[in-house]
């Protein structure tokens, strides 16, 4: 251990100590030191000569050694590439053509969510939003949801302090309320957007995360047609293999409602920990547009029948590209975004 810490810090003098004068040199740095046949890889392969006992606390020393390596590199690479553009110290030739940026790359959910709007989109919906900042009518109340509905306390919501009539949106029904609002029928929407509630961030849980909204009312809807669209959905985004599923489930604006679940597209339905060994798994939830809601907005519903349902867009990423911690979508991380590039 001893042996290693000293060869360690040696190494560590040479990096902290590191200047490139070019381009060239900085290579012969990430070749000696991050290089497949580098200084960090073979230091990850001779651990396994270290004592089991030991093995530990060497493998923080190694990890700390590695980003520090990786740090240098990427904070030379940016001084080296700023000394070369054009603008820089290296040239003043105004007539040379200017640097090339990076391209971006589209946000993972963001494709979600895009092909998502296009699959209804080709089934005769538009597209539609609404803000992020609610008020209780349009969150809760016309969607069957007054003040003492127990169904409210499944949504943990982030009041404004200023005044608790208003709230970050908890989830996409309350475009349904403001499209219906409009009073112009037929209507048949798809409603994509973020929703916040109040949940301790983890892998399975943020504070912030997207939902998409769809909505059809209009005479003779029927729950025939729900599942229909919904099929068709499902095989267009997960492919025609899939199999879909409806469970009896609650919501206070739908009646009946029901929650879908598609066959697994990991295992097929065999079973495994997509899964969670069942072969299925839930993506979204759905039912007839209750009576009230259609009465709170002076629909007849006896004339006008409609359904509706909400997926969230992280649930179909996961599924779709298998991204299994939530947080990943947040963090801004190059090594994650860059995975979606050809998307
Ligand atoms: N708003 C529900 C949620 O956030 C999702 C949902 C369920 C939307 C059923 C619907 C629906 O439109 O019919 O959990």
């Known amino acids: 251990m001893q042996s290693l810490q000293e060869k360690l810090a040696a190494y560590e003098a040479e990096i902290r100590g590191f200047k490139p004068a070019d381009a060239t040199e900085l290579e012969a740095f990430r070749i000696r030191f991050l290089g497949t046949k580098g200084i960090v890889k073979a ?17 923080q020393m190694l990890n700390s050694f590695k980003e520090l390596a990786e740090s240098c590199f990427e904070t030379q690479a940016a001084q080296v ?17 200017g640097p090339l940026l990076p391209n971006g790359t589209r946000h993972p959910l963001r494709v979600v969510e895009n092909r998502i709007v296009s699959i209804f989109e080709r089934m005769g919906f538009s597209e539609a939003t609404g803000p992020e900042i609610e008020d209780d009518w349009h969150n809760f109340n016309s969607l069957n949801m007054p003040a003492d509905h127990p169904a409210r306390d499944m949504q943990d919501t982030f009041y ?4 608790p009539d208003w709230m970050l949106r908890t989830h996409t029904s309350s475009v349904q309320a403001r499209i219906l609002e409009k009073g112009t029928l037929p209507v048949r929407v798809i409603c994509p957007g973020r929703v916040y509630r109040n949940e301790t961030i983890s892998a399975r849980a943020h504070c912030f995360f997207h939902q998409c909204e769809g909505l059809y009312v209009d005479e003779g809807v029927s729950f025939a047609d729900l599942k229909q669209t919904l099929y068709y959905f499902v095989t ?18 739908t009646e009946p409602s029901a ?17 969670k060994q069942t ?11 209750h009576p009230n809601m259609l009465r709170n907005f002076n629909l007849d519903p006896e004339r006008y029948t409609g359904f509706a349902f909400g997926m969230g867009v992280e649930r179909i990423t996961q599924i ?22 050809a998307l």
């Open 43 to 59: 230091l990850f392969g001779d651990m396994k000569h270290v004592p089991a006992e030991q093995r530990k606390q060497a493998g």
């Open 81 to 97: 590439q700023n000394e070369q553009t054009p603008n820089g110290a290296a040239s003043d030739d105004s007539s040379l053509p």
């Open 160 to 163: 404004l302090s200023q005044n």
């Open 236 to 253: 267009e985004m997960f492919g025609a293999e899939t199999k879909v599923r409806f469970r009896p489930s609650y919501f206070p604006f």
């Open 259 to 275: 929650e879908m679940d598609i066959s697994c597209t990991v295992c097929g339905g065999k079973g495994c920990s997509l899964c």
């Open 279 to 289: 072969g299925w798994v839930e993506i979204l939830g759905c039912g007839m547009v």
């Open 320 to 341: 779709k590209f298998r991204v299994n911690d939530l947080r990943l979508y947040s963090q801004n991380d190059l090594r994650f975004l860059k995975q979606f590039e």
